[in-house]
């Protein structure tokens, strides 16, 4: 609890209702959110979200109540941090982030994407939705004058949905503030990844938190990607909701598997669930792959046809798996790979894992590029010569058509997912 002056919450929050009001709500519910802020922004609630002693913390806050007061009183604008450059800790449409998106990727046009800058695939995998999109530092403890800033900003965009991505250690306290600020948005959090990442206590512990907020009453529903979590948590989604390719406008100069040999990319970095080397050797055995081309350096000197290159950045990227034949991605532990989606986006396909997407529109992509013994190498080498004999247009339609089915599913589940809080 906050210690000294027994009105300092109190004044804070009436500080932050004057940057951000909901005229609904704050005559009536006043006493209760004063005594939630409080809780929010100087309890140590799960063991993750402050290490700071309450005495300092509330010192802090009240300090950042009194300056907002004081910017309000003089005239001053809030400014969102995004005009204080990428390393700020929170950004509204960073470039990075909206430049790749989806038309229409919701039924509505009031909804904001959020997620944790420091997590980059599911930075991507936000990208490619429609809508506003907030990157916050997952790493930063956030203030109140910060919360009333991402909370005005929410209002003055009639944002009334807002979606999180993933988890960080900063999430929960500022959404749990936001939802004070704005209680009549509604939040609904999507948990990226599997039970696997659960081995790890750091994971685990987030992910504890992750249901709290629905607990809470703070997330209004939850999403998954993988099938079968939905049974953890009665406000969860029934169905899982789907990653979207990334939009690109890159042609390409042929179909894939046109040429001999063909030429490969493993797009990701070597970890437990990646299965770097399995993918590498059996891409390396193959007669008919030449280059394969790599970000990580792997430690084999055996793997001749591997060619590191550097990443280069987003754009570099999607211009080189354009000009590739297939990307690698028989992983062993993935959620929905954005090796594989940023492939699509190009044209390019993708050996794979059995993502078990349950696509009510039955695809013929997952059949032909489905590994089943994912850590059998000979199993992937003959799966890469079984697919040299499909003609090169069919295997190009084949990945259009795929594309486009993610691309309509998504657009479905998260119309319900939205719809159903």
Same mark, same amino acid.
């Given at each position: 609890?906050?210690?000294?002056?027994?009105?300092?919450?109190?004044?804070?929050?009436?500080?932050?209702?004057?940057?951000?009001?909901?005229?609904?709500?704050?005559?009536?519910?006043?006493?209760?959110?004063?005594?939630?802020?409080?809780?929010?922004?100087?309890?140590?609630?799960?063991?993750?979200?402050?290490?700071?002693?309450?005495?300092?913390?509330?010192?802090?806050?009240?300090?950042?109540?009194?300056?907002?007061?004081?910017?309000?009183?003089?005239?001053?604008?809030?400014?969102?941090?995004?005009?204080?450059?990428?390393?700020?800790?929170?950004?509204?449409?960073?470039?990075?982030?909206?430049?790749?998106?989806?038309?229409?990727?919701?039924?509505?046009?009031?909804?904001?994407?959020?997620?944790?800058?420091?997590?980059?695939?599911?930075?991507?995998?936000?990208?490619?939705?429609?809508?506003?999109?907030?990157?916050?530092?997952?790493?930063?403890?956030?203030?109140?004058?910060?919360?009333?800033?991402?909370?005005?900003?929410?209002?003055?965009?009639?944002?009334?949905?807002?979606?999180?991505?993933?988890?960080?250690?900063?999430?929960?306290?500022?959404?749990?503030?936001?939802?004070?600020?704005?209680?009549?948005?509604?939040?609904?959090?999507?948990?990226?990844?599997?039970?696997?990442?659960?081995?790890?206590?750091?994971?685990?512990?987030?992910?504890?938190?992750?249901?709290?907020?629905?607990?809470?009453?703070?997330?209004?529903?939850?999403?998954?990607?993988?099938?079968?979590?939905?049974?953890?948590?009665?406000?969860?989604?029934?169905?899982?909701?789907?990653?979207?390719?990334?939009?690109?406008?890159?042609?390409?100069?042929?179909?894939?598997?046109?040429?001999?040999?063909?030429?490969?990319?493993?797009?990701?970095?070597?970890?437990?669930?990646?299965?770097?080397?399995?993918?590498?050797?059996?891409?390396?055995?193959?007669?008919?792959?030449?280059? %394969?081309?790599?970000?990580? &350096?792997?430690? =084999?000197? #055996?793997?001749?046809?591997? $060619?590191?290159?550097? /990443?280069? !950045?987003?754009?570099?990227?999607?211009?080189?798996?354009?000009?590739?034949?297939?990307?690698?991605?028989?992983?062993?532990?993935?959620?929905?790979?954005?090796?594989?989606?940023?492939?699509?986006?190009?044209?390019?396909?993708?050996?794979?894992?059995?993502?078990?997407?349950?696509?009510?529109?039955?695809?013929?992509?997952?059949?032909?590029?489905?590994?089943?013994?994912?850590?059998?190498?000979?199993?992937?080498?003959?799966?890469?010569?079984?697919?040299?004999?499909?003609?090169?247009?069919?295997?190009?339609? %084949?990945?259009?058509?795929? &594309?486009?089915? =993610?691309? #309509?599913?998504?657009?479905? $589940?998260?119309?319900? /997912?939205? !719809?159903?809080?």
């Amino acid at each position: 609890m906050i210690s000294g002056d027994g009105h300092a919450v109190d004044r804070l929050v009436k500080t932050i209702f004057k940057a951000c009001p909901d005229r609904r709500h704050a005559s009536r519910d006043k006493p209760q959110q004063a005594k939630q802020m409080e809780d929010v922004l100087s309890t140590e609630k799960s063991g993750i979200l402050m290490n700071k002693s309450a005495s300092s913390t509330s010192k802090e806050h009240y300090q950042a109540g009194r300056d907002l007061a004081l910017s309000l009183r003089n005239g001053r604008e809030v400014i969102l941090s995004s005009a204080r450059g990428p390393e700020a800790n929170y950004l509204l449409d960073a470039p990075d982030d909206v430049v790749r998106q989806n038309p229409d990727s919701f039924n509505t046009n009031n909804v904001a994407t959020m997620f944790t800058k420091q997590w980059v695939g599911i930075r991507q995998a936000c990208g490619a939705f429609s809508g506003h999109k907030i990157a916050i530092d997952g790493h930063h403890k956030f203030d109140a004058i910060e919360i009333g800033e991402i909370a005005t900003t929410l209002r003055d965009l009639k944002i009334d949905h807002v979606i999180y991505h993933g988890m960080a250690s900063s999430t929960s306290s500022l959404l749990r503030g936001l939802k004070i600020l704005s209680p009549s948005t509604k939040f609904y959090g999507v948990w990226h990844g599997t039970m696997a990442g659960w081995s790890s206590d750091e994971e685990l512990a987030l992910f504890r938190e992750f249901l709290a907020l629905a607990d809470d009453k703070v997330y209004d529903r939850l999403g998954f990607l993988r099938q079968g979590m939905q049974n953890i948590h009665p406000k969860a989604y029934g169905c899982i909701l789907y990653n979207l390719p990334p939009s690109a406008s890159i042609k390409r100069s042929y179909m894939p598997f046109a040429k001999r040999p063909i030429r490969c990319i493993f797009p990701s970095w070597n970890n437990a669930w990646k299965n770097m080397y399995t993918n590498l050797l059996a891409a390396n055995i193959s007669p008919i792959v030449g280059d %394969i081309f790599v970000y990580y &350096k792997p430690q =084999l000197e #055996s793997l001749d046809k591997v $060619r590191f290159v550097e /990443f280069g !950045g987003h754009d570099a990227h999607f211009q080189r798996v354009a000009k590739m034949d297939l990307c690698l991605n028989v992983s062993v532990n993935d959620c929905q790979p954005m090796a594989e989606l940023e492939g699509l986006s190009v044209g390019t396909p993708s050996l794979r894992n059995d993502w078990n997407l349950d696509l009510e529109t039955p695809s013929v992509y997952e059949k032909v590029f489905t590994v089943k013994s994912y850590l059998n190498v000979n199993a992937i080498a003959e799966k890469i010569l079984e697919i040299a004999d499909l003609d090169p247009n069919y295997i190009y339609e %084949i990945t259009k058509a795929h &594309k486009e089915i =993610l691309i #309509s599913a998504s657009r479905q $589940r998260y119309t319900a /997912f939205l !719809g159903g809080a």
